[in-house]
């Protein structure tokens, strides 16, 4: 009875220990594997070397993808922590109905990707949405055709990632104004503080944490938006707006080269690894401290 | 589960010959026509006894059925049958999941050899050509224009011989504010023109030896050029929307006059159908123009191995059905396709089908009749695949012809 007591924690936490240990880490170490061999249309386990990485590197549509990946995490990281901490502080004025005016700028978050993507295709359309509406108006030298123009059309994802994600941004900072003592604003009131220089010199500085776990969140989004650009450009113009993840299914499901998908997930798996792992060392780290 | 549909099955029609079988069928022929088609086929299957279990996967064209399919098979359950095409079925042979060919012996004892041309046996056939382990439902022909009847009355136009002729004619609508080509560029379909265009300016043999045998001069040679230089002409008789738009939006275009024409497989016959429109009278159905060519794509289902008599037995059941002469009428009316099996009557079928199957006779006595490789009937996916990749990319942007040409070796290199 004793021995049941002390080992029920562990024995609840089991089965799911177990079905993450194999869904989730045996699955990567697959992946791994299939990377380094010649798997066409079905999976094969026989070695063959780092070839598929050298294949990978040498198709210009993985540079595109790659390339595109880039355009589209800074900025989309930029605008979305921009956005959200200029809406947060504004909220953060003690206004009338804040709580109406938040689940205004959240709600997007409640939309799938898919929904999201989908809408902005018909707007972004030069014949349908912005351009025709601005035009019909009177203004009719006016266009916006970034969605069909190649080149511009990695812009359009971030313009809809950027409306979906920074109210989510914004509800995430609003929390940690919210945590910071009113005795340090009060005290910097007294020492002359002006409203700006309150929140650049003393309340930014002070959410760093916020910061760091606003830029995971934003960085894995990121990298594995693939339902976005499926439902707004689809990787068109032609392939000009690819994303890895799209290359990826692309490759896995739609020209059976399984082996060269998966190196192409590990890829993305590094990166993200490369983001996140320091992140969490640190944090992990810092709690050790404490201790 | 299975198993007892299996069981029940069997109980409730023990008089029938084919009692006991069952079968599970893997498609994405969920919408509109496609469904209404294979509906006739589940209804025969019941007739006879047999348990369908249907396993629609809808979505991508195809991609999310790939994912189940490939899901299914690494954990050796493979479905009976699955919507599988092209050389890609010679593929899941070779992976050793489709012998010991379960169907090989119906199509012996029913003579598919005599039934279906040699090229359609040839898709069809496992084992190096020796036993057959899928069967075809339909021809689709790919390189067809159609066109609105009244735009073209009214200006004056005829449907065009050579792409000469096309070009002068777009030119006439542009200027009187009709978008020539209704098109929506997406990959896909930026490759249906592009093979349609191949096939006229190229040539039979051309065509044969770029986008069967993927010889690598032919790729990046002079006439290759022409082929880029025609598709930039092309693009600038579409309108701005035409990125990402689905096919059956272009063809609504032609429909409302807003556009000449369009090219797409006839399978746009159902979109005009659907609305009413009969060919000849509100619109005309002809293709684009090359020398007594015919670009097919056969839809066909492969028969993968299972375990258990009654699957078997179902594998045999429901391939003697596809290839059953009821069956490959009434599905390819329906479909807008023509029927893979050479003695199905045509009385029924309506100009356009009429036309397609007289075409095919000729071509494959002019040696015209060759496979669309944009429809995944030739080459491998992809070596297929980087084509299309460099097609849509020229399409879309104002890269050179000459430099798609070099692309287009280097990444047909590349991938094979």
């Known amino acids: 009875m004793f021995w049941l007591k002390r080992n029920l924690p562990r024995i609840v936490i089991a089965p799911s220990f177990g079905v993450i240990a194999w869904f989730v880490y045996g699955f990567i170490f697959w992946t791994i594997y299939v990377s380094f061999t010649k798997s066409k249309l079905l999976p094969q386990y026989q070695f063959w070397g780092l070839d598929q990485y050298y294949r990978l590197w040498s198709m210009p549509r993985w540079h595109i993808a790659v390339e595109n990946l880039f355009i589209f995490t800074i900025l989309f990281i930029i605008l979305c922590v921009l956005i959200g901490i200029i809406l947060a502080i504004l909220l953060d004025q003690k206004i009338r109905a804040e709580g109406f005016l938040r689940t205004i700028y959240l709600y997007p978050m409640a939309l799938s990707f898919i929904v999201t993507g989908t809408a902005w295709r018909w707007m972004l359309n030069p014949t349908l949405g912005l351009e025709k509406f601005a035009q019909d108006l009177g203004f009719s030298s006016f266009t916006f055709d970034w969605l069909v123009t190649p080149g511009m059309s990695i812009y359009t994802i971030v313009i809809a990632g950027v409306w979906q994600s920074s109210g989510f941004i914004m509800a995430i900072f609003l929390a940690g104004l919210r945590s910071i003592d009113d005795e340090i604003i009060k005290a910097a009131k007294i020492d002359g503080a002006g409203l700006i220089s309150l929140y650049t010199k003393i309340i930014l500085p002070m959410m760093r944490p916020v910061f760091m776990s606003a830029i995971v969140i934003l960085v894995h989004l990121a990298i594995k938006s693939y339902d976005l650009v499926i439902a707004l450009t689809a990787g068109g113009p032609g392939i000009s707006s690819d994303m890895p993840a799209v290359f990826m299914t692309q490759m896995a499901f739609h020209r059976s080269e399984i082996g060269l998908a998966s190196a192409s997930a590990i890829m993305m798996f590094l990166t993200v690894s490369a983001i996140v792992v320091p992140y969490l060392y640190s944090e992990l780290k810092r709690e050790d401290d404490r201790k | ?416």
């Open chain 2, 1 to 416: 589960m299975k198993k007892i549909i299996a069981i029940f099955a069997m109980v409730l029609a023990p008089t029938f010959s084919y009692a006991g079988s069952s079968a599970e069928v893997l498609h994405w022929w969920t919408s509109g026509g496609e469904a209404k088609a294979l509906k006739v086929l589940k209804d025969d299957f019941a007739a006879k006894g047999g348990a369908w279990t249907d396993m629609p996967v809808a979505g991508g064209g195809g991609d999310a059925a790939m994912q189940t399919l490939k899901a299914r098979i690494v954990a050796n359950d493979a479905p009976a049958a699955a919507q599988i095409k092209g050389p890609t079925i010679q593929a899941y042979d070779r992976e050793g999941v489709v012998a010991p060919y379960n169907i090989d012996a119906v199509a012996k004892a029913e003579g598919w050899d005599k039934l279906l041309s040699k090229q359609v046996a040839s898709h069809m056939k496992c084992d190096d050509g020796k036993a057959y382990c899928a069967a075809p439902v339909n021809i689709h022909r790919i390189d067809w224009f159609w066109a609105n009847k009244k735009v073209l009355d009214s200006n004056g136009i005829k449907m065009p011989k050579s792409w000469d002729e096309f070009n002068a004619a777009a030119d006439k609508l542009q200027a009187k504010g009709i978008i020539p080509l209704a098109h929506g560029s997406q990959p896909w379909q930026d490759a249906t023109v592009f093979e349609a265009v191949a096939l006229g300016i190229g040539g039979n043999d051309f065509y044969r030896k770029a986008f069967v045998e993927a010889d690598a001069a032919t790729l990046g040679g002079p006439v290759m050029v022409k082929i880029f230089d025609q598709m930039r002409k092309l693009k600038n008789y579409t309108d701005p929307g035409s990125p990402g738009r689905d096919w059956n939006v272009a063809t609504a275009m032609v429909m409302e006059g807003k556009a000449g024409f369009q090219i797409m497989g006839d399978w746009a016959k159902g979109e005009f159908a659907a609305a009413g429109l009969n060919p000849d009278v509100d619109y005309y159905c002809g293709t684009t123009p090359s020398d007594n060519g015919y670009l097919y794509n056969v839809d066909s289902f492969i028969f993968f191995k299972v375990e258990g008599q009654d699957k078997v037995e179902g594998q045999k059941l429901l391939a003697s059905l596809m290839m059953g002469q009821d069956f490959q009428k009434v599905f390819n009316i329906y479909k807008g396709s023509i029927p893979a099996r050479l003695d199905v009557p045509m009385d029924d079928f309506d100009i356009c089908a009429k036309k397609s199957n007289k075409d095919l006779n000729t071509a494959a006595k002019k040696g015209g009749l060759l496979p669309s490789f944009a429809h995944g009937m030739t080459l491998e996916l992809g070596v297929k695949g980087a084509i299309q990749d460099v097609v849509t990319e020229h399409f879309n942007s104002d890269m050179s012809s000459q430099d798609a040409v070099t692309k287009l070796s280097a990444a047909v290199m590349a991938a094979s």
